[in-house]
C-alpha cells in the first residue's frame, strides 16, 4: 500500500514562511508524479503544486511565485516550501501521489494515493 505523511504545518503570521513535507513508501516513488492540494473550510479542493518525474513542475496560479515544490528521489519525501502567506493560504494541505500516466498537474482525479493531511493557519 501507498503510504504518505505530511508534516511540518502550523500557525504562522501573514508574511511568515512554512516548509511543508511528504514521506513516501510502499511503491516506487521516482515514477510517481507528486502533488499537494489544499482545501479550506467550505471551498472545494485546490491544487497548489506537482513535480513530476523528471522534475516538471506546475503552480497553481495563487501560489507562483511565493511556493516552491521539490522532490528528494533518494529519501523518497516531497517538499513545499512556502513563504510571503497570506490569511488566504490558511487550509488544510494534503500530499498525493500520482502514477503518471502522462499527466502531473492539478487535477484531483489524477491522485490515486492521499496523506492524511497537515493543517496550515495564517493569522
Known amino acids: 500500500d501507498v503510504q504518505l505523511v505530511e508534516s511540518g504545518g502550523g500557525s504562522v503570521q501573514a508574511g511568515g514562511s512554512l516548509r511543508l513535507s511528504c514521506a513516501a513508501s510502499?511503491?516506487?516513488?521516482?515514477?510517481?508524479?507528486m502533488g499537494w492540494f489544499r482545501q479550506a473550510p467550505g471551498k472545494e479542493r485546490e491544487g497548489v503544486a506537482a513535480?513530476?518525474?523528471?522534475?516538471?513542475?506546475f503552480y497553481g496560479n495563487r501560489v507562483k511565485g511565493r511556493f516552491t515544490i521539490s522532490r528528494d528521489d533518494i529519501k523518497n519525501t516531497v517538499t513545499l516550501q512556502m513563504s510571503r502567506l497570506t490569511q488566504e493560504d490558511s487550509a488544510m494541505y494534503y500530499c498525493?501521489?500520482?502514477?503518471?500516466?502522462?499527466?502531473?498537474?492539478?487535477?484531483?482525479?489524477?491522485?490515486?494515493?492521499w496523506g492524511q493531511g497537515t493543517q496550515v493557519t495564517v493569522s
Open positions: 513535480i513530476d518525474t523528471d522534475g516538471a513542475i
Open positions: 510502499g511503491y516506487t516513488y521516482s515514477s510517481y508524479c
Open positions: 498525493a501521489a500520482n502514477p503518471d500516466y502522462g499527466y502531473c498537474g492539478d487535477g484531483s482525479w489524477a491522485y490515486t494515493s
